[in-house]
């Protein structure tokens, strides 16, 4: 690994990114890989997927006594999602920023569901809310082989080593 490269090896954080089934259908798809894309975060794994119900529901386990949770996961089983996992430094609050607020209404213009959203309920995107649910969730969304380590040809110029 070439360290030079990277801000600080021990700041770099992984987050869970996923479009959720609403997403997908309105082709917001490439809108929301862009987003981070463009910010200078690295996508280290990306895939399109049926999310099985055991799977919905261990996601949002800390959610189980919530009254919204059955239809939270009819929602998340209602079509495939785009799941994807995304590095960097201070990615995981980054992304909740550029996510926004849970409820579209109340989310800031200019994040992904205060520009693209109106409703609590289909929200379009989610994000890891700490590094460690960030590993958490991961893990549990990817199988090992389907992450990638790489170095993108534009660090040096994002993190100003050169
Ligand atoms: P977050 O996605 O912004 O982290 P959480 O509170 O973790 O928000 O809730 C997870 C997801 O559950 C939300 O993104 C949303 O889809 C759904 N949800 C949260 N609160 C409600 C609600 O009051 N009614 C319906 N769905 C909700
Ligand atoms: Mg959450």
């Not at 209404?105 to 890891?128: F, M, Y």
């Not at 549990?140 to 993190?159: D, H, M, S, T, V």
Request: glycine share 10%; with cysteine; aromatic share 8%.
């Amino acid at each position: 690994f070439l360290p030079h490269l990277v801000a600080s090896l021990e700041q770099v954080e992984e987050t869970y990114i996923m479009v959720k089934p609403d997403g997908v259908q309105r082709g917001l798809v490439g809108e929301i890989i862009s987003r981070f894309e463009r910010k200078g975060f690295k996508l280290t794994g990306l895939k399109l997927f049926q999310c099985p119900q055991e799977l919905a529901e261990e996601h949002y386990k800390d959610l189980k006594s919530k009254p919204f949770f059955p239809k939270l996961i009819e929602y998340i089983t209602s079509g495939p999602v785009l799941c994807m996992a995304w590095e960097g430094v201070g990615v995981v609050a980054s992304a909740r920023k550029l996510i926004g607020s849970t409820n579209p209404l109340q989310a800031e213009p200019g994040t992904i569901r205060g520009d693209l959203a109106v409703q609590t309920g289909r929200n379009v995107v989610h994000g890891s809310d700490s590094p460690e649910n960030g590993k958490r969730e991961i893990a549990l969304w990817f199988k090992e082989g389907e992450l990638c380590q790489w170095i993108p040809a534009q660090a040096p110029w994002l993190n100003g080593v050169i």
